[in-house]
């Protein structure tokens, strides 16, 4: 190859003395070649001369493969160069290669009239001449011009489509919710969730200019030859304090189309003072409208009146089953390797499926594809850690976190022999893997386990853990299409070790794994219209218990229940249709496809008659992956938007889901010791339908975000259980349980503010929960089949988050919650029934227990803002519960010497201080 320095010699004399010789035929056969060593074998056998930058083809491994013979040259090299942004200019027996744009050997007739001035012509080529009317003071720090797209000799159309990726430039994280406008015209849209855009441009030169309350704003000059791609990376705004804690898509509060979505930053929860001084994405999300728990200190989520297992929780795309450490008083989410996390209670998208209520999708963070960084904190019970660093630079990093607690050691050193002998301890760790693959592929795998071991007795230890792996492949076809193939494994199990030191002694463990692939496609049509379509296919494997005796001389007898196994796969299509200014309609379709494999074997009940021993007709033996039972669930989602004017919308939504797992749980909350239980041919898939309607509001006074939101549920197949009934170890689980109708319904309000030296946010719900277990036989019917309040159901929820900056280091936190008192079912009165005496109990859930409330105090202290310095600092001196409250957590019973006495528990009835130091670097 000859070098690029003589290019201008060679160019100019051979442009003035030579002809064109576009007519000239080779022949050549190449087998997986790049397009280097090709243009190298085309030299080596015509006796012709190509001149380029070597840059622009080495980094290129397409590899190509053809057979020609006698063709032109030039259509030879426009096969080569095809999905590049090459091209080509012959003279003689020299080849010079540009990038993105054409050497023109004559200028268009009308290039030098007045007509042809400051235009764009679809029929001339684009010239700097066209725009020398731009002033330079309007391009400063621009002065450099990007080239995109592909110019072409034919008649190009005058208006492109420009698309791209906005990410951070430190954390290569997308940036969602940025302005991307054309400078000095109308023209702008904004990035969605995973930082994409795309926008109509003139061809020619543009400037085009971002817009970001977190970010600094960048200016870039483009010459837009056709339709083509431009990533922007974008720094942080150092005058933005770090208050906003939650963002309801921010700016676009009014204008998206979904109802019921709400994001929530881990970089802006710092300030929210917890229990203990945990950062914790998931305790700060029952701060929001519309989702409960339980109790405090429970795992779990209720979300608009559905059950703890009607949540999707997904870590990178990967089903995360029990979220919570510690019987949930902590989340199992590393908050420093977590980028956000994206709630949908309404609106659910169409490429989620297998629960009723709602989504957590939780996003971690990438790497840093530039330098070394971190961040960790030390609190009172745990110390976290998270690294990244790049591999590549510029094009892989990975990132890893770990987090532990040393409470097991605190509770050694103390003298109290009950504590001395517990044990309780926690630890998860993560690692994430992103890497560049040229201009239009990305690769991104994550690791995650967590590990719980505690022991509340000497001769007992209860462990449970999480496991998942993903691998997400990113593909840019061009400017308008793209796709993302996932695929992940995840489990989860738990087990309980009982050494007592005699004949009693056993292990018992339970296991559920599933794996996933999904493939979508991401489509931008046309200005209007935005289609998003795929297929997956999740394959379930579950263990639901195995109970071994450790001493072969034991009387306990050893119990293996049948695995259970079930394929669940989808399609889903996805339409963001924009049918004017103010008209945003989101329609999408789901059919799911449930089957139930072997080998299982499944009893047969007499039709019309309740499910027991006595109505048992006979068995079903089905071999290993055979399908015995098959559901199909069609699931419609719409969400629609109305602008009332430019600050005010209406939203309205409609989704049907379907559910083929069930958790099974005797207990009041969420426990480690839950298990799963998949449909059969005697269990049904639950299925449910939601409407919703909201009011949207943002004032620009004190910059304020107004939500009204309504919605109503209806469930069918809900699953509960009959009283007393056993739910582990049992082979023939069906018997103990019981499937009926749930309607919930609700008024959710949010104020927030985002900006100023008071910030944060009120939120307030009313809502009920209702379940109803009706049949024409005695033992399946509950509160004569009328329906009942949930165990969850809790009439007032109003929550309180508020932060105030006295400087830009000092800021003052708070955190109120109140919430009615959960449903119970009392004890009222004895009877006596064959000799013997028996507690009567109340309908169930037909009382309430105490009314629950809680104040947080913090105190937050950031370091110094220089920027020579080892590592940036923030102190939290907190106060979890400082009114002492002694918010009960149950209420039981128990009869003593012919009485019935009533005993309230709690988690804390006393503050709980707590000071954390934390650093990032």
């Given at each position: 190859?000859?070098?690029?320095?003589?290019?201008?010699?060679?160019?100019?004399?051979?442009?003035?003395?030579?002809?064109?010789?576009t007519?000239?035929?080779?022949?050549?056969?190449?087998?997986?070649?790049?397009?280097?060593?090709?243009?190298?074998k085309?030299?080596?056998?015509?006796?012709?001369?190509?001149?380029?930058?070597?840059?622009?083809?080495?980094?290129?491994?397409?590899?190509?493969?053809?057979?020609?013979?006698?063709?032109?040259?030039?259509?030879?090299?426009?096969?080569?160069?095809?999905?590049?942004?090459?091209?080509?200019?012959?003279?003689?027996?020299?080849?010079?290669?540009?990038?993105?744009?054409?050497i023109?050997?004559?200028?268009?007739?009308?290039?030098?009239?007045?007509?042809?001035?400051?235009?764009?012509?679809?029929?001339?080529?684009?010239f700097?001449?066209?725009?020398?009317?731009?002033?330079?003071?309007?391009?400063?720090?621009?002065?450099?011009?990007?080239?995109?797209?592909?110019?072409?000799?034919?008649?190009?159309?005058?208006?492109?489509?420009?698309?791209?990726?906005?990410?951070?430039?430190?954390?290569?994280?997308?940036?969602?919710?940025?302005?991307?406008?054309?400078?000095?015209?109308?023209?702008?849209?904004?990035?969605?969730?995973?930082?994409?855009?795309?926008?109509?441009?003139?061809?020619?030169?543009?400037?085009?200019?971002?817009?970001?309350?977190?970010?600094?704003?960048?200016?870039?000059?483009?010459?837009?030859?056709?339709?083509?791609?431009?990533?922007?990376?974008?720094?942080?705004?150092?005058?933005?304090l770090?208050e906003?804690?939650?963002?309801?898509?921010?700016?676009?509060?009014?204008?998206?189309?979904?109802?019921?979505?709400?994001?929530?930053?881990?970089?802006?929860?710092?300030?929210?003072?917890?229990?203990?001084?945990?950062?914790?994405?998931?305790?700060?999300?029952?701060?929001?409208?519309?989702?409960?728990?339980?109790?405090?200190?429970?795992?779990?989520?209720n979300?608009?009146?559905?059950?703890?297992?009607?949540?999707?929780?997904?870590?990178?795309?990967?089903?995360?089953?029990?979220?919570?450490?510690?019987?949930?008083?902590?989340s199992?989410i590393?908050p420093?390797?977590?980028n956000?996390?994206?709630?949908?209670?309404?609106?659910?998208?169409?490429?989620?499926?297998g629960?009723?209520?709602?989504?957590?999708?939780?996003?971690?963070?990438?790497?840093n594809?530039?330098?070394?960084?971190?961040?960790?904190?030390?609190?009172?019970?745990?110390?976290?850690?998270?690294?990244?660093?790049?591999?590549?630079?510029?094009?892989?990093?990975?990132?890893?976190?770990?987090?532990?607690?040393?409470?097991?050691?605190?509770?050694?050193?103390?003298?109290?022999?009950?504590?001395?002998?517990?044990?309780?301890?926690?630890?998860?760790?993560?690692?994430?893997?992103?890497?560049?693959?040229?201009?239009?592929?990305?690769?991104?795998?994550?690791?995650?386990?967590?590990?719980?071991?505690?022991?509340?007795?000497?001769?007992?230890?209860?462990?449970?853990?999480?496991?998942?792996?993903?691998?997400?492949?990113?593909?840019?076809?061009?400017?308008?299409?793209?796709?993302?193939?996932?695929?992940?494994?995840?489990?989860?199990?738990?087990?309980?070790?009982?050494?007592?030191?005699?004949?009693?002694?056993?292990?018992?463990?339970y296991?559920?794994?599933?794996?996933q692939?999904?493939?979508?496609?991401?489509?931008?049509?046309?200005?209007?219209?935005?289609?998003?379509?795929?297929?997956?296919?999740?394959?379930?494997?579950?263990?639901?218990?195995?109970?071994?005796?450790?001493?072969?001389?034991?009387?306990?007898?050893?119990?293996?229940?049948?695995?259970?196994?079930?394929?669940?796969s989808?399609?889903?299509?996805?339409?963001?249709?924009?049918?004017?200014?103010?008209?945003?309609?989101?329609?999408?379709?789901?059919?799911?496809?449930?089957?139930?494999?072997?080998?299982?074997?499944q009893?047969?009940?007499?039709?019309?008659?309740?499910?027991?021993?006595?109505?048992?007709?006979?068995?079903?033996?089905?071999?290993?992956?055979?399908?015995?039972?098959?559901?199909?669930?069609?699931?419609?989602?719409?969400?629609?938007?109305?602008?009332?004017?430019?600050?005010?919308?209406?939203?309205?939504?409609?989704?049907?889901?379907?559910?083929?797992?069930?958790?099974?749980?005797?207990?009041?909350?969420?426990?480690?010791?839950?298990?799963?239980?998949?449909?059969?041919?005697?269990?049904?898939?639950?299925?449910?339908?939601?409407i919703?309607?909201?009011l949207?509001?943002?004032?620009?006074?004190?910059?304020?975000?107004?939500?009204?939101?309504?919605?109503?549920?209806k469930?069918?197949?809900?699953?509960?259980?009959?009283?007393?009934?056993?739910?582990?170890?049992?082979?023939?689980?069906?018997?103990?349980l019981?499937?009926?109708?749930?309607?919930?319904?609700?008024?959710e309000?949010?104020?927030?503010?985002?900006?100023?030296?008071?910030?944060?946010?009120?939120?307030?719900?009313?809502s009920?929960?209702f379940?109803?277990?009706?049949?024409?036989?005695a033992?399946?019917?509950?509160?004569?089949?009328?329906?009942f309040?949930?165990?969850?159901?809790?009439?007032?929820?109003?929550?309180?988050?508020?932060?105030?900056?006295?400087?830009?280091?000092?800021?003052?936190?708070?955190?109120?919650?109140?919430q009615?008192?959960?449903?119970?079912?009392?004890?009222?009165?004895?009877?006596?029934?064959?000799?013997?005496?028996?507690?009567?109990?109340?309908?169930?859930?037909?009382?309430?227990?105490?009314?629950?409330?809680?104040?947080?105090?913090?105190?937050?202290?950031?370091?110094?803002?220089?920027?020579?310095?080892?590592?940036?600092?923030?102190?939290?001196?907190?106060?979890?519960?400082?009114?002492?409250?002694?918010?009960?957590?149950?209420?039981?019973?128990?009869?003593?010497?012919?009485?019935?006495?009533?005993?309230?528990?709690?988690?804390?009835?006393?503050?709980i201080?707590?000071?954390?130091?934390?650093?990032k670097?």
């Amino acid at each position: 190859m000859k070098n690029i320095t003589i290019f201008i010699f060679l160019f100019t004399f051979n442009f003035l003395v030579a002809q064109k010789n576009t007519d000239k035929t080779i022949s050549i056969e190449f087998n997986n070649l790049k397009r280097e060593m090709i243009l190298e074998k085309i030299e080596k056998e015509n006796d012709l001369h190509f001149y380029y930058i070597k840059t622009w083809l080495e980094a290129d491994q397409t590899l190509l493969s053809g057979n020609y013979t006698n063709i032109a040259l030039n259509e030879i090299l426009s096969i080569i160069f095809t999905n590049t942004e090459l091209n080509f200019y012959i003279q003689d027996n020299k080849i010079i290669l540009t990038k993105n744009s054409i050497i023109h050997d004559k200028l268009p007739k009308d290039y030098f009239s007045d007509s042809n001035q400051n235009t764009a012509s679809s029929k001339s080529p684009v010239f700097f001449k066209q725009f020398d009317s731009i002033k330079r003071s309007e391009t400063k720090n621009t002065d450099n011009i990007t080239l995109v797209g592909k110019e072409s000799i034919a008649s190009e159309p005058i208006t492109y489509t420009l698309s791209g990726y906005i990410k951070d430039v430190k954390t290569n994280n997308p940036i969602s919710n940025t302005v991307v406008k054309i400078k000095n015209t109308t023209t702008k849209t904004t990035t969605d969730s995973n930082g994409f855009y795309s926008i109509k441009i003139s061809s020619g030169l543009n400037t085009i200019e971002t817009e970001s309350q977190d970010y600094k704003k960048i200016s870039r000059n483009i010459m837009v030859y056709s339709d083509g791609n431009l990533d922007l990376s974008l720094s942080d705004n150092t005058n933005t304090l770090d208050e906003v804690l939650v963002k309801g898509k921010r700016k676009l509060n009014t204008r998206t189309s979904i109802t019921g979505v709400t994001t929530i930053e881990a970089e802006g929860i710092k300030n929210t003072p917890l229990v203990l001084g945990e950062r914790d994405v998931l305790k700060i999300a029952l701060t929001i409208p519309g989702i409960k728990t339980a109790g405090e200190g429970s795992a779990g989520f209720n979300v608009r009146g559905g059950k703890e297992d009607q949540n999707l929780i997904i870590l990178d795309n990967a089903t995360l089953y029990n979220p919570a450490h510690f019987f949930g008083f902590f989340s199992a989410i590393n908050p420093y390797a977590t980028n956000k996390v994206d709630i949908y209670k309404g609106g659910i998208p169409a490429e989620f499926g297998g629960r009723l209520s709602s989504v957590f999708d939780i996003v971690t963070k990438n790497g840093n594809l530039e330098k070394i960084s971190g961040e960790g904190g030390i609190g009172p019970v745990t110390s976290n850690i998270t690294i990244s660093t790049p591999i590549i630079k510029n094009k892989a990093s990975v990132l890893g976190g770990f987090r532990a607690t040393y409470s097991g050691w605190i509770l050694k050193k103390l003298e109290e022999k009950d504590l001395k002998n517990s044990e309780a301890s926690f630890y998860d760790g993560i690692i994430k893997y992103n890497h560049k693959i040229g201009k239009k592929d990305n690769i991104e795998t994550t690791g995650y386990y967590s590990k719980d071991a505690f022991s509340i007795t000497s001769d007992s230890i209860y462990r449970y853990s999480n496991r998942l792996m993903s691998l997400k492949w990113k593909h840019n076809f061009d400017a308008k299409k793209s796709s993302e193939t996932t695929l992940t494994n995840s489990q989860y199990k738990f087990n309980i070790d009982y050494d007592s030191h005699n004949l009693n002694a056993f292990d018992y463990g339970y296991k559920v794994t599933d794996s996933q692939i999904t493939t979508k496609i991401i489509h931008s049509l046309n200005d209007k219209n935005r289609l998003t379509y795929g297929i997956n296919s999740k394959l379930y494997s579950i263990n639901p218990g195995n109970f071994k005796p450790k001493d072969p001389d034991s009387d306990l007898n050893t119990i293996n229940i049948a695995k259970e196994k079930g394929l669940e796969s989808a399609f889903f299509i996805n339409n963001n249709y924009k049918l004017n200014k103010d008209l945003l309609i989101d329609i999408g379709f789901r059919y799911s496809v449930y089957m139930a494999l072997g080998a299982s074997t499944q009893r047969v009940y007499e039709k019309n008659q309740p499910k027991n021993d006595e109505t048992v007709i006979g068995e079903k033996e089905f071999s290993n992956n055979e399908i015995f039972k098959t559901y199909s669930g069609f699931e419609p989602r719409i969400s629609l938007r109305y602008m009332i004017n430019e600050d005010f919308s209406v939203k309205a939504g409609f989704d049907k889901t379907t559910q083929y797992v069930h958790l099974l749980s005797s207990n009041t909350t969420q426990s480690p010791l839950d298990t799963w239980k998949l449909s059969d041919l005697n269990v049904k898939p639950q299925k449910g339908q939601q409407i919703s309607l909201g009011l949207f509001k943002n004032l620009n006074f004190k910059d304020l975000e107004l939500s009204l939101e309504g919605y109503y549920k209806k469930s069918n197949n809900i699953l509960d259980y009959k009283t007393g009934a056993q739910l582990l170890l049992n082979e023939n689980i069906e018997t103990e349980l019981l499937q009926g109708k749930g309607k919930s319904y609700g008024v959710e309000f949010l104020v927030k503010k985002q900006e100023g030296k008071l910030n944060g946010w009120l939120g307030y719900t009313y809502s009920r929960t209702f379940i109803k277990l009706d049949s024409q036989f005695a033992e399946e019917k509950v509160n004569n089949g009328n329906y009942f309040s949930a165990n969850f159901d809790k009439p007032h929820d109003f929550s309180a988050v508020l932060n105030y900056k006295f400087t830009r280091r000092y800021s003052l936190s708070s955190n109120f919650v109140y919430q009615t008192g959960r449903p119970i079912t009392y004890p009222i009165g004895k009877y006596t029934y064959g000799n013997s005496e028996y507690t009567l109990y109340s309908d169930r859930n037909k009382y309430r227990i105490p009314d629950y409330y809680r104040l947080d105090i913090g105190f937050n202290i950031e370091g110094n803002h220089k920027t020579n310095k080892l590592a940036h600092s923030f102190w939290s001196i907190s106060i979890y519960n400082v009114l002492g409250r002694n918010n009960p957590y149950s209420v039981y019973f128990i009869s003593s010497k012919g009485e019935i006495k009533a005993y309230k528990t709690s988690i804390f009835g006393i503050p709980i201080p707590s000071i954390t130091y934390n650093f990032k670097f």
